[in-house]
């Protein structure tokens, strides 16, 4: 069965970097793209883009340009999200998901919660 | 970007009622192929959303005929038919008709 499990919290300060994991599991993980999902606390869902799995080549929604980066480790089958230069409106839980039916988030990981407190 | 415009739920829904949650889009999610990319979503709570409708109005494999999805092209509504326990969290409608996939800010159904 198609599974996808994210890293553990994680606890930062402002301007340290942040990197998180989701492993895919159940399918060729180079047949979907892997997209990520932001939801600060007690706030709705944003979409943050996502990574062509197959090329490498991500895509990101225009608040999530500069200090994010999407990347691949093809070989184990895994999507991550990197976050440089934290600041306090960077907690939040991140999501990583999949659109296996392409035209609807399908598959959804566990959900990583990113605080960030001085 | 296309925005999602949800309504609010008069909380809390009497058990084994009906509720119905609207949302709005600000372009037409009637696509050319004679669907409409409006999906819908639950988020239970401390949990990861789950897909409930796509397509407007195609329940997701494993969904219960209790949810039903309808609308046009810019209006569309998510019926729950016998409101349960289980039925409670946020439901979030989404737009995949072009990039960037927006969501709407969310209905919070609660149970009487």
């Known amino acids: 069965q198609i599974q996808l499990v994210q890293s553990g919290p994680e606890l930062k300060k402002p301007g340290e970097s942040v990197k998180i994991s989701c492993k895919a599991s159940?399918?060729?993980?180079?047949?979907?793209?892997m997209h990520w999902v932001k939801q600060a606390p007690g706030k709705g869902l944003k979409w943050m883009g996502w990574?062509?799995?197959?090329?490498?080549?991500?895509t990101y929604a225009d608040d999530f340009k500069g200090r994010f980066v999407f990347s691949l480790e093809a070989s184990a089958s895994t999507a991550n999200l990197q976050i440089s230069n934290l600041k306090n409106e960077d907690t939040a839980t991140y999501f990583c998901?999949?659109?296996?039916?392409?035209?609807?988030?399908?598959?959804w990981g566990q959900g990583v919660m990113v605080t960030v407190s001085s | 970007d296309i925005v999602m415009t949800q309504g609010a739920l008069p909380n809390p829904v009497p058990s084994g009622e009906s509720a119905s949650i609207t949302c709005q889009s600000s372009?037409?999610?009637?696509?050319?192929?004679?669907?409409?990319?409006l999906n819908w979503y639950l988020q239970r709570p401390g949990q990861s959303p789950q897909l409930l409708i796509y397509?407007?109005?195609t329940r997701a494999s494993g969904v219960s005929d209790r949810f039903s999805g309808s609308g046009s092209g810019t209006d569309f509504t998510l019926k729950i038919s016998r409101v349960e326990a289980e039925d409670v969290g946020v439901y979030y409608c989404?737009?995949?008709?072009?990039?960037?996939?927006?969501f709407g800010a969310g209905t919070k159904l609660e149970l009487k």
């Open positions: 397509w407007m109005s």
């Open positions: 998901a999949i659109n296996y039916g392409r035209y609807y988030f399908d598959y």
């Open positions: 372009k037409s999610l009637l696509y050319s192929d004679g669907k409409t990319y």
């Open positions: 990574i062509n799995t197959y090329t490498g080549k991500p």
């Open positions: 989404q737009q995949f008709l072009e990039f960037p996939n927006t």
């Open positions: 159940g399918y060729t993980f180079t047949d979907y793209a």
